[in-house]
């Protein structure tokens, strides 16, 4: 990366204990722990202070509730430990459904707001941490059974993984992930407009990866799915939790010598090859009709990379 600082959503400034999580005293201990916090969800949005600052507001961070605040919305599992903080150990839980703050003693602390609408706002360690919680949380909601047996399940390790007390089966927290990528040809790169975006929006193309396919692999067949491009020889360049619920993107830049392409008329809309001039003024929001993902997001940080090769 031509940018030093990390990428929004990684760096989570906390040690996860991952060598001690899985001793059920240690995370009894943590509970207790009279510096324990908690960091509170609903709806899969976190609590943050200063919700009534303008639109730009640089350190926006997450709430810090008594561990005891689970009980009071409703929370349907012990809170999750998500790691150790130099302030004490931080744990994360969800409301019940439909929870609302007002009338309750949390009334006032802040607000819900959902991390993709505010990341760029967020402290760089609270974004990080909000988007751990945030996936971890959503696993464990979608997770309550065993995929082997049917039986429900059970949190286990703090929550990094959850257990089937009838099968026996472990189940840990999915990470899904994805290739995004630019073809590139000559002084210009590829992006696409999905049927649902806005008018005017473009992004880098991306997919998952299948079973059996490299990274590499999946990177070609999505460009030749979703724009009919032939590339060759994709290279990586960095990646970024995405929280959405449980994606790691893997950005790419895959070279080709023909302009040729059609959008799938499945997922994609439209195709554009943009040259750097043009691409440096998306980015920058100055471009007449073209709009690009903000900083929160690789495909800002993969255009921007590949601007930076120029010459
Ligand atoms: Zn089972």
Redesign the pocket.
Known sequence: MTDPTPLPLTAVPLDRAGEQRSAPAFIAAQRVDPRASLVLFAEGQPLLADHAGGADRPGLGLVRLNLAAAGLVGAAEPPIFLGLEASGPLFAAAARPGFRLAGTPLEGLGGFEEVRMIAGAMHHGEAGIAGLAKSLLDWHGRHGF?A????RTEMADGGAKRR?P??A?EHFPRVDPVAIMLAVCEDRCLLGRQKNWPSGFFSALAGFIEPGESLEEGCLRELREEAGVIAQRPRYLFCQPWPYPSSLMLALIAPTDRFDCRPDAQEIEELIWVTRTEARAMLAGAHPSVRCPGPHAIAHHLIKAWIAEEG
């Open positions: 065993c082997r047996c049917g039986a089937c009838s099968c089966a």
